[in-house]
């Protein structure tokens, strides 16, 4: 049923203002009618009109005047402009308004058409800018994916991913509370991988079944759910449901074809979320499916392959291994070894300023002055935030230190002009195997600790730990 439309009349004629009322008011429309020109003002405050029609001669003002103060409210709604002397200067004027224009004496047959017509013309002011709202949103939402799209590009591990993906979600929706969810499918649980807005504690030992509480019912309907208020939402649990911490919310599930990965829950904002909202959040968990299955991808293939993608040097899982081993071996024979772990200095604002390619380049320069200063028995392999590792078999760790200072020094004189990028250097640390080395993960944190104090001495540095 079409809402019924709202006349404003403006003419200190009180029988014109009423023959006019009474022909429009034969076509169904609401009348609002006033005599002065600060009475119009004023209603077009109060209330929404299709069409004013007002006097060009009023006792108050100029009637152009007042069409001029009534458009600085409403600038949607159609003026005609009523006269019994249309001469030059208020055609001009109507037509730089944009006013329709009736002569005076009015006529019920004109009088109607052109009210038809400014009604129609309001309609199609309205619906373009709804349109054109609707095209800017759809392009600042392209943008925002395409955006993101790039930066997943590079992600290869699954808690960078919901990082990222959770800060975005937060800033561009305004919510405080948002999280990404990934389903454990033997145990048909689900647990959080990032998280916005809620306490650490919750994060690290939640774990929500499958079908319980608002995440658990999206996760097995495997349906997009938007809910204005959450208390009226018969899956919800106040003491399960810690994430809902204000009425409204969106909770989407993850899904790669039809498999379930994951959800991710969006709240904690005062508005409630709308049905666009709802869509970006759509797009939002197609992109963390891809991200997902390519990570999956990636670690399948690098737990199977044993090298680097980027710097062809033996991969973590590899380097891992080998260490294991070669403890077991140390054990054995009681033989020695040392594990000396390099990185580069203020990585994160050199790849900043430079870029991630530029980033790249300077890796594996890095990576091919480590691997051709070795032998053929050490074992040279990248670790976890670009750290490149070297296990050195039967080597005690006065020897492991001058390998290390080499290694430093010749990065430290590289000319790295030919390569586009601006000079580097590099920290080392220094570790070797002990009866009290338990593991290979003690002995890699060892390093990593021998590491963060070359770092913390001013980095360009070697650090032995004793």
């Known amino acids: 049923m079409n809402e019924r439309k709202r006349i404003l009349i403006v003419d200190d004629n009180i029988h014109l203002l009423k023959n006019i009322k009474d022909i429009l008011k034969v076509e169904g429309y609401e009348i609002v009618a006033v005599e002065k020109g ?36 409403d600038n949607d709604i159609s003026i005609v402009i009523m006269s019994g002397h249309i001469d030059t200067r208020i055609s001009i004027e109507a037509m730089k308004l944009g006013c329709h224009i009736v002569p005076k004496p ?21 619906e373009n800018k709804i349109t054109t709202e609707y095209l800017k949103e759809q392009k600042r939402t392209l943008e925002v994916i395409l955006e993101l799209s790039n930066q997943l590009h590079y992600v290869d591990n699954l808690k960078e991913l919901g990082d990222i993906l959770v ?17 454990n499918n033997k ?60 009425k409204s919310f969106i909770s989407a599930p ?40 390519n990570i999956e991808l990636i670690t399948y293939i690098s737990e199977t392959k044993e090298t680097d993608f980027l710097t062809n040097l033996f991969n973590e899982f590899y ?35 430079h870029g991630k390619l530029a980033s790249e380049i300077l890796i594996k320069i890095i990576a ?19 750290d490149i590792f070297v296990i050195l078999p039967q080597t005690e760790k006065d020897r492991a230190f001058f390998f290390a200072e080499k290694i430093r020094e010749k990065v430290q004189n590289i000319n790295f002009s030919q390569e586009g990028i601006s000079s580097a250097t590099i920290s080392a640390g220094v570790t ?26 001013g980095g360009n540095n070697t650090y032995l730990l004793k």
């Open 319 to 353: 380097f891992k291994r080998c260490l294991n081993s070669e403890i077991k071996r140390a054990y054995r024979y009681e033989s020695s070894f040392s594990l000396v772990g390099f990185n580069i200095d203020n990585f994160e604002e050199y790849e900043k300023t």
């Open 432 to 457: 070797s195997f002990s009866k009290e080395t338990k593991n290979e993960e003690e002995m890699i944190n060892q390093c990593l600790k021998a590491l963060a104090q070359a770092k913390k001495d």
């Open 254 to 293: 993850i899904l790669y074809k039809s498999s379930l990965l994951g959800v991710i829950n969006v709240s904690g904002r005062v508005e409630v979320f709308t049905a666009t909202d709802a869509k970006f959040v759509s797009l939002i968990t197609n992109l963390a499916s891809l991200s997902v299955k």
């Open 38 to 73: 600060h009475l119009a003002v004023e209603k077009v405050e109060q209330l929404n009109f299709d069409v004013a029609l007002i006097d060009v001669m009023l006792p108050d003002m100029d009637g152009l005047k007042a069409v001029e103060e009534i458009k600085e409210i």
């Open 167 to 183: 800060e975005k979600l937060s800033l561009i929706l305004k919510a405080n509370i948002v999280s990404m969810m990934l389903v």
């Open 187 to 246: 145990k048909k649980q689900l647990h959080i991988l990032a998280a916005k807005g809620l306490d650490q504690e919750i994060i690290n030992n939640y774990c929500g079944k499958i079908g319980e509480g608002v995440a658990g019912w999206v996760a097995k309907k495997k349906e997009l759910t938007l809910v204005p208020d959450v208390e009226h939402f018969p899956y919800f649990q106040k003491e399960n449901d810690f994430k809902y911490l204000s």
């Open 106 to 126: 009015i006529d019920p047959h004109q009088l109607r058409m052109i009210v038809k017509s400014a009604i129609r013309e309001k309609i199609l002011v309205v």
């Open 368 to 386: 091919g002055v480590v691997k051709g200063n070795t032998r053929d028995v050490d074992v040279v392999s990248m670790g976890r935030e670009n």
